[in-house]
């Protein structure tokens, strides 16, 4: 659909030729010049409305659009620096891009905390080791101990009671 519209900007601006208003813009009046943008939303809101759709506002696509740049490159390992967020946003600042979308999607935060984690050790490799026998062993004893009372043994001797003295 933008494919479609940038090619009819492009026929417009050779039809126009030098009374082309050069702006950038995506959205803009067939000479290129400044469209209110009240005049595009309106236009929006009534095309949603026709589709039968949910209600989105047009500034919905942007943020939905960052939203998931920034999901990429945490959930499928695509490498989209921020940087390239923020230009495609048109923010003089990465800080901006930062604190409006990065926090957005729960499962963000929570698939990079979880990458992040998988870079630290736990423990160093002799602790873990240790702690692996350790393990072992307190199975090994719980496997006994369950193995003897189902034989009807009790495992521990009984404890001997002191006689008073007299």
Same mark, same amino acid.
């Given at each position: 659909?933008?494919?479609?519209h940038r090619?009819?900007?492009?026929?417009?601006?050779?039809?126009w030729g030098s009374a082309w208003v050069e702006t950038g813009l995506v959205f803009t009046r067939e000479d290129g010049s400044w469209l209110h943008p009240g005049k595009v939303t309106d236009l929006f809101e009534r095309l949603v409305a026709a589709s039968c759709l949910p209600p989105i506002r047009l500034h919905d696509l942007r943020h939905g659009a960052a939203t998931l740049m920034l999901a990429a @490159?945490? @959930?499928?390992?695509? @490498?989209?620096?921020?940087?390239?967020?923020?230009?495609?946003?048109?923010?003089? @600042?990465t800080r901006?891009?930062?604190?409006?979308?990065?926090?957005?999607?729960?499962?963000v935060g929570?698939?990079?905390?979880?990458?992040?984690?998988?870079?630290?050790?736990?423990?160093?490799?002799?602790?873990?080791?240790?702690?692996?026998?350790?393990?072992?062993?307190?199975?090994?004893?719980?496997?006994?101990?369950?193995?003897a009372q189902a034989e009807g043994e009790k495992k521990s001797p009984k404890a001997k009671r002191k006689k008073p003295n007299k």
């Amino acid at each position: 659909m933008l494919e479609r519209h940038r090619k009819q900007q492009e026929a417009d601006r050779a039809e126009w030729g030098s009374a082309w208003v050069e702006t950038g813009l995506v959205f803009t009046r067939e000479d290129g010049s400044w469209l209110h943008p009240g005049k595009v939303t309106d236009l929006f809101e009534r095309l949603v409305a026709a589709s039968c759709l949910p209600p989105i506002r047009l500034h919905d696509l942007r943020h939905g659009a960052a939203t998931l740049m920034l999901a990429a @490159d945490i @959930d499928i390992d695509i @490498d989209i620096d921020i940087k390239i967020v923020s230009d495609t946003l048109g923010h003089s @600042d990465t800080r901006i891009t930062r604190d409006i979308y990065q926090g957005v999607l729960p499962h963000v935060g929570k698939n990079a905390a979880e990458a992040t984690a998988r870079l630290v050790p736990l423990r160093r490799e002799a602790e873990a080791e240790e702690a692996a026998r350790r393990a072992e062993k307190a199975r090994r004893k719980a496997e006994r101990a369950r193995k003897a009372q189902a034989e009807g043994e009790k495992k521990s001797p009984k404890a001997k009671r002191k006689k008073p003295n007299k």
